[in-house]
């Protein structure tokens, strides 16, 4: 059975930094999509960064415009992370790892299979 554990969350100040991370248990997703997603109240579940494994060690990672610049995906196999800097208000939200797609869109939520609980990232004004 595939469980995606994220942890890092948590209160800061704008302009502050976190690092999430998720670690998958009972699958490896070699050659597989893994991402980050962020769901705010009354809204939309949307995409925030993924990561698929091209080869022994070329991961190609893609980015959300909204987190460019300021957060920046990392995978090593089933771990990975997410590194958030120069936050903002509208950062705000519960962040979900996702992992392995049933088709070809990374950037869609409906897309993943596998998804974690989630964690609380709240930026403060």
């Known amino acids: 059975q595939v469980q995606l554990a994220e942890s890092g969350g948590g209160l800061v100040s704008t302009g502050g930094s976190l690092r999430l991370s998720c670690s998958a248990s009972g699958r490896t997703f070699d050659n597989d999509y893994m991402g980050w997603f962020r769901q705010a109240p009354g809204k939309e579940r949307e995409f925030v960064a993924a990561a698929r494994k091209y080869g022994e060690k070329t991961y190609y990672t893609h980015h959300a415009d909204s987190v460019k610049g300021r957060f920046t995906l990392s995978r090593d196999n ?48």
Do not use: F, H
Request: charged letters at 15%; aromatic letters at 12%.
């Open 78 to 125: 089933a771990k990975m992370s997410l590194q958030m800097n120069s936050l903002k208000p509208e950062d705000t939200a519960v962040y979900y790892c996702a992992a392995g797609l049933r088709g070809g869109t990374w950037y869609v939520a409906d897309e993943y299979i596998n998804w974690g609980q989630g964690t609380q990232v709240t930026v403060s004004t």
